[in-house]
């Protein structure tokens, strides 16, 4: 059975720019959710997704948003890049609510 | 106060030994916890997941969780090298997926 898959790995971007990070979650599982790992905040909520609605948002500004497909694949933007967003992007997904979360191996964003 | 507050370490302990890590949480409203254990430059690998108070066991794993104390534990025994990474308490309400997330105990195991 396939893990979640977050492409790509690696970016690099120049300040000022926007990215997009896609994420696929397991087969079966209908919630998607996003987080922040930087060394100085650790692991911070971004969002969370169930078909196709955001149930939940973290307290990050406007300049991140994200989308889910009705297959369940997620997306993440990030526009105007800042130094302060270089970090690891993850994706977990879950079958229900309140069920086990996965983790996909993450994207590594470096901003220049 | 951070929500949910861990040690963050580094833990240095022999091959063989009994590793507890704990975390506190302040959120009464914490209904499900899990642990995950996320080696250098990877994504958090969930190791145990439990609902309300109780212990549970797995493998070489348990995780206790003290509700009246908002305290988590999990036990790691027989540690092995292979287990040097970062463990991270992860606690939810009910409802939501959103995790709060400790600031992760570091751990060594030299052999």
């Known amino acids: 059975k396939a893990g979640v898959t977050q492409t790509p790995r690696y970016l690099i971007k120049t300040r000022g720019q926007q990215v997009t990070l896609s994420c696929s979650p397991i087969?079966?599982?209908?919630?998607v959710s996003w987080y922040q790992q930087t060394p100085g905040q650790g692991l911070q909520f971004l969002f969370e997704y169930f078909s196709e609605t955001q149930r939940n948002k973290g307290n990050f500004p406007g300049r991140f948003s994200g989308r889910q497909f009705s297959n369940s694949r997620s997306e993440m933007n990030v526009s105007t890049l800042e130094l302060g967003d270089s970090a690891l992007y993850l994706c977990?997904?879950?079958?229900?609510?309140?069920?086990?979360?996965?983790f996909g191996q993450g994207t590594r964003l470096t901003v220049v | 106060q951070k929500e949910v507050e861990q040690d963050p370490g580094p833990l240095s302990v022999p091959e063989g030994a009994i590793v507890s890590l704990n975390c506190t949480y302040s959120?009464?409203?914490?209904?499900?916890f899990m642990w995950y254990r996320q080696y250098s430059r990877k994504g958090p690998e969930l190791l145990m997941y439990?609902?309300?108070?109780g212990n549970k066991e797995d493998g070489r794993f348990t995780a206790q969780v003290d509700k009246s104390s908002k305290y988590i534990s999990l036990f790691i025994r027989d540690s092995q090298p292979s287990d040097s990474a970062t463990y991270l308490c992860a606690p939810s309400r009910e409802n939501t997926d959103k995790l709060i997330f400790g600031t992760g105990t570091r751990l060594q195991v030299f052999p």
């Open positions: 439990t609902y309300s108070s």
């Open positions: 977990a997904s879950t079958k229900d609510r309140n069920t086990e979360a996965f």
């Open positions: 087969s079966g599982h209908r919630s």
């Open positions: 959120n009464s409203a914490f209904q499900y």
